[in-house]
């Protein structure tokens, strides 16, 4: 976590990336059906691949010409235990890290073998689970040389690999050598934030220098880079995995597309000027209200980078499909400049397509570049899926419980428990005004019955040094049918948002000594500051005791609800008429009425399971649990018309 601030995407001049899908939001059932939609009605034709100068699979492991470093990259194979068919924790190492470092990369000829540069493994020092403990302040480095490569009768050169790779504070560069002295040094995947992944099945197209090109004695030398944090001395987390290296003369025409947008990020984020204290960015909702895109519509753009050896006139296209309509676009047509020995800076463009308003209802986006040349079309990039949802009421940022970024499954993020007392939130935009009803949130399943959370809401204020707070809902109890699944959290009455404002918006927890609580997330943050965490205690080691804000990267499931029927205070099962004590108890405990009335007692252990009922009428009601195991119990007394919950710790 760092401290919450904007970065804009940093861009590379000779670097660019592709995947064979990005599946954020769509099944791969609509994957299909995007592609069959393009290839019925696009009118393009893709030049064949270029024959490779020079090419490496590993099917025989790591040549022997090339040399390791003494922290080595390492291959993986068929042979190799644990095999590149085996998940395993972190990459491939024994470290229990995040789901997006257990798969080997999806690479053509992955089955022969992959290299891996594993710096999990080495930060921590081989012991699973051993990380963000003060033991990394040393960062590991790995560099792997390839054999001289005769690059004498080319003058543009472009290395093509299968490349997987995931961040915290490292690097991953390609050096280039002639005759054994360095030359220049590119860097891969810069487009990437902070404990972001690339996509498994990414490749990375990368422009070799024209200090190198025309050289016979041409070598590379694939270095993942440690840098040390100033926070507890991390160093570079993570892995980097690659494939199916070749190297290939640039082709005349190749286009490709980059960081693409929905909600104007790049340059329609202008034309709306806040109302506020705060300037509109421009974020992509997946869920967005009929009122907001009224005067908000969907603004959809992308990079595009030549690639190729010669200038192209470029457009971007989207086909858009539903059961409630069809639409495309397409943007003006742009010259892209080719990136050469005197044009190293404008070899890529940023190019948008008229606006979509489409009808309340669910759609899958394609959208793709194509370059056009002589008026003829001759090559097109790969085409990025987006799945968008028009509702009535719901605003939200997040791809579902299903897939979330780069195909991987929900994560989660603390919100209380024993060590933390967390606002989990993100930014949220209005243009338009609407009344904030309540919070749609989805609670992990890793969350305990009995757990309490609330809606947090705060206005954002670029004069401010944090964010405002505005207003939190009644403490919400969770229940056994709340794990795994969407709540809703009400707030008393609504509040108004209004036009032209920025609003910080989510869900926070209660520190407690047993009981844990944690949002989902799917997603990554579209710039480092869109998602945050405040620490309300100064619990973190990081905070030293103080309230503090950070950014996370993680997108956070927690949707707006405008539903004006959904304006109501927080239901009988979160209210309370009595009292249990002792608590925390040995298991014989008593409940204490605040009025003589008839309740049915019944004690819920965090399985949801009944473990003791009775009915009881009288103002104290002795209660033992002694014979159960120690742990956290919830005790619901009902009547005809309501339900009271509290909860009770055993020890």
């Not at 995007?34 to 025989?60: R, Y």
């Not at 909600?263 to 509109?280: E, K, R, T, V």
């Not at 579902?400 to 935009?429: C, M």
């Amino acid at each position: 976590m760092k401290k919450l601030y904007i970065s804009i995407f940093a861009l590379s001049l000779t670097i660019c990336t592709f995947s064979q899908i990005d599946s954020q939001g769509l099944t791969v059932e609509d994957g299909k059906k995007a592609k069959q939609k393009l290839e019925l009605n696009s009118n393009k034709f893709t030049a064949p691949a270029p024959l490779p100068i020079w090419s490496e699979d590993f099917a025989n492991g790591i040549p022997t010409t090339w040399e390791n470093s003494t922290v080595p990259w390492v291959y993986r194979g068929t042979s190799t235990s644990p095999s590149n068919s085996v998940g395993g924790q972190g990459a491939y190492s024994g470290i229990n890290n995040s789901p997006a470092t257990n798969n080997p990369i999806s690479s053509p000829t992955a089955n022969n073998g992959f290299l891996i540069f594993d710096s999990d493994y080495y930060d921590n020092n081989g012991v699973p689970g051993d990380f963000g403990l003060g033991i990394h302040a040393t960062p590991h480095n790995g560099e792997l040389l390839t054999e001289m490569i005769d690059l004498s009768t080319y003058s543009d050169v472009t290395l093509k690999m299968n490349s997987y790779f995931r961040t915290y504070a490292g690097q991953a560069f390609i050096d280039f050598y002639v005759g054994g002295v360095f030359q220049e040094r590119i860097q891969v995947h810069t487009n990437l934030a902070v404990n972001a992944s690339s996509s498994i099945d990414e490749v990375i197209l990368a422009r070799i220098p024209f200090s190198v090109v025309g050289n016979a004695d041409v070598q590379m030398s694939f270095v993942f880079e440690g840098t040390t944090n100033s926070n507890n001395g991390f160093s570079g987390y993570y892995f980097w995995q690659m494939d199916d290296l070749e190297l290939i003369e640039t082709p005349v025409n190749m286009i490709e597309i980059e960081d693409v947008v929905i909600g104007g990020y790049w340059i329609d984020y202008i034309n709306y000027s806040g109302s506020g204290l705060n300037g509109m960015i421009g974020l992509d909702y997946t869920i967005t209200p009929a009122s907001q895109l009224v005067n908000h519509p969907y603004a959809i753009e992308g990079i595009l980078r030549n690639s190729g050896s010669a200038d192209q006139l470029s457009t971007l296209k989207y086909e858009v499909y539903g059961a409630a309509g069809s639409y495309s676009g397409t943007s003006t047509p742009t010259n892209v400049n080719a990136y050469s020995a005197t044009n190293t800076i404008d070899s890529m463009v940023v190019a948008a397509t008229p606006p979509l308003s489409p009808t309340i209802g669910v759609y899958g986006v394609s959208i793709w570049g194509e370059s056009d040349s002589a008026g003829v079309i001759t090559t097109s990039s790969d085409t990025t899926y987006k799945m968008i949802e028009i509702s009535e009421y719901i605003y939200g940022k997040d791809y579902g419980e299903n897939i979330g970024s780069n195909g991987s499954h929900i994560g989660t993020y603390i919100l209380g428990g024993v060590e933390d007392q967390n606002h989990i939130s993100t930014r949220y935009e209005m243009y338009a005004d609407e009344q904030l009803t309540g919070l749609r949130a989805y609670i992990s399943d890793r969350s305990h019955v009995g757990a309490e959370v609330k809606a947090v809401l705060y206005e954002l204020d670029s004069t401010a040094t944090e964010p405002i707070f505005l207003a939190e809902s009644d403490n919400y109890i969770l229940t056994a049918q709340d794990l795994g699944s969407w709540v809703d959290i009400p707030f008393d009455g609504g509040i108004d948002l209004y036009s032209g404002w920025a609003y910080e918006f989510g869900i926070a927890g209660f520190v407690h000594p047993t009981d844990s609580a944690y949002v989902g997330t799917s997603g990554i943050s579209l710039y480092n500051g869109e998602h945050s965490l405040f620490d309300e205690l100064g619990l973190n080691t990081q905070s030293a005791g103080n309230p503090e804000w950070y950014y996370i990267t993680a997108t956070p499931m927690v949707r707006m609800n405008f539903d004006p029927g959904s304006a109501n205070s927080i239901s009988d099962m979160n209210q309370t008429i009595f009292t249990t004590y002792p608590n925390p108890t040995n298991g014989i405990f008593t409940i204490k009425l605040g009025e003589v009335a008839n309740y049915d007692v019944t004690v819920i252990n965090v399985l949801g399971q009944t473990v003791f009922s009775k009915t009881t009428k009288g103002m104290n009601t002795i209660i033992d649990l002694s014979s159960f195991d120690k742990g956290v119990y919830t005790v619901e007394l009902k009547n005809e018309n309501t339900v009271y919950t509290e909860k009770i710790i055993v020890e």
